[in-house]
């Protein structure tokens, strides 16, 4: 499913670039969750880039896959809860809090759950963001699904549509500037109530085609490879996204203070601008 080949070369003459000091994934690391080869073949290949950093993953829906019969659905894979997650950490959705912003770590695969867990979840995630609010720190949400997308096939899946239903409205609620996702195989940026949303190209497998049904694109690139630089500030996000052989495809600041508005610009602007960043 993957070329763990490709993969190696990649993130070894790319990781080099900026200060990067945390790497974020959309999910889907591997193909069938349930195999302990492909994880071990991901680690092994990305052994360099992660020598220096470590990485942060969301749950793909690919990481269900290869599980054999659990009774019931699992609300974490435990192939991706040995190797990505550990058991110290809540199962399902959770919170990295850095000087400059907070990221939240969002588990879309709502099809795997009991109503039940996705109450706690949906509950988890808006006192999170009420609190980050309060403070007047930006929020990066990290999930597999994308909320919008271009790709005619996967746009109408029941999980995107609850993400439209419960998530778009608390991303508008309390001033969230940025989204990211996975899983429908091109690369897309949108934007909605000074909400960004960027969608990663796919790595493996077939890369699709940005066709229509996407109101709020503003930029999308059919069958690439991309990786997303993003350089964090207490003012502002500063995002580049590359091919893997470096090109240049897409890039956006977002100002921060125009999403909280002017009620906290004069506190945003007392702020250190350049001293920590990720």
Request: glycine share 6%; net charge positive.
């Amino acid at each position: 499913f993957t070329d763990q080949h490709k993969l190696r070369k990649m993130l070894d003459k790319n990781w080099e670039y900026g200060n990067t000091n945390l790497l974020l994934h959309g999910g889907d690391i591997v193909h069938k969750g349930g195999q302990i080869e492909e994880w071990e073949e991901f680690f092994a290949s990305a052994s360099l880039a992660l020598s220096y950093r470590p990485i942060v993953s969301t749950i793909g829906n690919h990481e269900y896959q290869g599980l054999g019969f659990v009774p019931g659905p699992p609300r974490v894979p435990w192939q991706f809860e040995k190797y990505l997650r550990g058991k110290t950490l809540p199962r399902s959705s959770f919170v990295i809090s850095l000087p400059q912003c907070n990221i939240i770590i969002f588990n879309s695969n709502l099809n795997r759950m009991s109503s039940i867990d996705k109450d706690e979840q949906w509950g988890f995630i808006e006192k999170e963001m009420k609190r980050a609010l309060a403070y007047k720190k930006a929020i990066i949400v990290l999930l597999h699904y994308p909320v919008f997308t271009s790709n005619i096939f996967k746009k109408n899946k029941p999980e995107m549509l609850e993400l439209k239903a419960r998530l778009v409205p608390l991303l508008e609620k309390y001033k969230v500037p940025l989204v990211l996702s996975g899983d429908v195989h091109l690369y897309e940026r949108s934007e909605k109530e000074r909400v960004n949303y960027l969608t990663a190209g796919a790595f493996a497998w077939h890369k699709m085609l940005s066709l229509w049904g996407n109101p709020y694109q503003k930029f999308s690139k059919s069958f690439v490879t991309t990786y997303i630089w993003l350089k964090v500030t207490k003012q502002k996000i500063h995002i580049k996204t590359f091919l893997t052989n470096r090109s240049l495809i897409d890039e956006q600041i977002i100002d921060l203070k125009k999403n909280f508005g002017q009620e906290s610009a004069d506190w945003l602007a007392t702020q250190p601008s350049e001293n920590s960043e990720h």
